[in-house]
Nanobody, 124 residues
Framework: QVQLVESGGGLVQAGGSLRLSCAASGRTFSSYAMGWLRQAPGKEREFVAA????????YYTDSVKGRFTISRDNAKNTVYLQMNSLKPEDTAVYYC?????????????????WGQGTQVTVSS
């Protein structure tokens, strides 16, 4: 089992940047693909980015390509989401999640362990 704790959310102006972090417990962190997903008010939870267990594969939803970067440090049991050129439509609660699928997934229900979420608010 994996326990996940996100940090780094906050309020930022449009065009600004934030870096989210997710610290994981357990000694098998590298065996999990990790994802970032988000949920805006009144909307369903959606996929943002995922990275494989060894960090070799990373992919993104189209709306964040070129602006967001997912990375991980298996020595620190931590996954990151660097968010640049933020837009008001990026406002949401961002969740870190772990999947037993080797390359992760863009399907929300393929993630088995979840953090509590961190709020990101982008003002116009």
């Amino acid at each position: 089992q994996v326990q996940l704790v996100e940090s780094g959310g906050g309020l930022v102006q449009a065009g600004g940047s934030l870096r989210l972090s997710c610290a994981a417990s357990g000694r098998t962190f590298s065996s999990y693909a990790m994802g970032w997903l988000r949920q805006a008010p009144g909307k369903e939870r959606e996929f943002v980015a995922a990275i494989s267990g060894n960090g070799a594969i990373a992919y993104y939803t189209d709306s964040v390509k070129g602006r967001f970067t997912i990375s991980r440090d298996n020595a620190k049991n931590t996954v990151y989401l660097q968010m640049n050129s933020l837009k008001p439509e990026d406002t949401a609660v961002y969740y870190c999640a772990a999947s037993v699928l080797s390359a992760g997934s863009d399907y929300v229900h393929d993630y088995h362990y979840w953090g509590q979420g961190t709020q990101v608010t982008v003002s116009s």
